[in-house]
């Protein structure tokens, strides 16, 4: 079994500011790991994800996260933060042959100050 | 229509109701999901299905029923529910099962149980 931990239920951060929000995992097997955004009123949707090879992800509006396996982590990073960036963040995991549903963390919820 | 729609995107209901949170997927995939969204807990995993088949049943209580009629349809049959039951349940769809495969979300439905 998996389990995956975000230590930051909320992160303030200013806008134009750099941003880390962090995701820990644990596991017996190789894993996946993924991180989906969630805007108000919405369902979720895909950042990015590691599957296998360089251990730095890019995705989409300019997030990164960086997989150390040492560390059993996965961190998302911006460099510069927009408001548009306000969202609940959620890292998940799926082991390799496992069940087919992904393990979830209880989300990071960022807010964007201007 | 594209993507993952879901119906209706916000359901009150009392403890003695029947009711069904509908799911179509326009993607062409062949694997879906449920998941409940709670405050302040990770997504759960409810119910998998692959090809109208299903293929996890995370000890869910049998209020909860789902149908998946076809792979594009997937529905979840709600009956004498409990307070605690509220949530966002959110479906998902993947082209299949498979370690690395993302999973594409609907915005989800607002239930409350009254």
């Known amino acids: 079994a998996q389990s995956v931990t975000q230590l930051d239920s909320q992160v303030p951060v200013f806008e134009e500011a750099p941003v880390e929000l962090r995701c820990n995992y644990s596991?017996?097997?190789?894993?996946?790991l993924f991180w989906y955004v969630q805007y108000p009123n919405q369902g979720l949707q895909l950042l990015l994800k590691?599957?296998?090879?360089?251990?730095l992800v890019k995705g989409i509006n300019g997030f990164e996260a960086e997989f150390n396996k040492s560390q059993t982590s996965f961190h998302l990073r911006k460099p510069s933060v927009h408001i548009s960036d306000t969202a609940e963040y959620f890292c998940?995991?799926?082991?390799?042959?496992?069940?087919?549903?992904?393990?979830f963390g209880k989300g990071t919820h960022l807010i964007i100050q201007p | 229509e594209t993507g993952v729609t879901q119906t209706p995107r916000h359901l009150v209901m009392g403890m003695t109701n029947k009711k069904s949170l509908k799911c179509e997927q326009h993607l062409g995939h062949n694997a879906m999901y449920w998941y409940k969204q709670s405050a302040k807990k990770p997504l759960e995993l409810m119910f998998v299905y692959s090809l109208e088949e299903r293929v996890e049943n995370n000890s869910v209580p049998s209020r909860f029923s789902p149908e998946c009629p076809n792979s594009s349809h997937l529905f979840l049959h709600l009956h004498t529910l409990q307070p605690e039951d509220s949530a966002l349940y959110l479906c998902?769809?993947?082209?299949?099962?498979?370690?690395?495969?993302?999973?594409?979300f609907g915005p989800g439905t607002r239930l409350t149980v009254l």
């Open positions: 998940a995991v799926r082991g390799e042959g496992g069940a087919d549903g992904l393990t």
């Open positions: 998902a769809s993947s082209p299949i099962l498979g370690d690395n495969n993302e999973q594409f």
């Open positions: 590691y599957l296998s090879g360089s251990t």
């Open positions: 596991s017996s097997v190789s894993v996946y």
